[in-house]
């Protein structure tokens, strides 16, 4: 929950840390990822499907953006 007062905003500890988390965890993905991608060459719906089984995560939107940034950045795309 966020709270905004007087132009400093509020984060309570519960969402903060989930936020850091997340982070953490797109880190540590992308560092995977990257390793994969430079010496696998795999196509993005391949990508998609190693980061799922890899991290037991459901293919989501978000997901499949989150590894299309990575593939791009690694390929130059």
Known sequence: ???TTQNQTYT???TYAMQSD???L????ASD?????VEMMPDLEVS?????ERWG??????????????????FGN
């Not at 990822?33 to 991608?37: K, M, S």
């Open 1 to 3: 929950m966020n709270k």
């Open 12 to 14: 309570d500890p519960c």
């Open 22 to 24: 997340m982070r953490q």
């Open 26 to 29: 797109k880190e540590e993905i």
């Open 33 to 37: 990822l990257n390793l994969f991608l």
């Open 48 to 52: 998609v499907d190693w980061v799922c």
């Open 57 to 74: 995560l459901d293919c989501t939107d978000e997901l499949v953006d989150f590894v299309a940034d990575c593939h791009d950045a690694c």
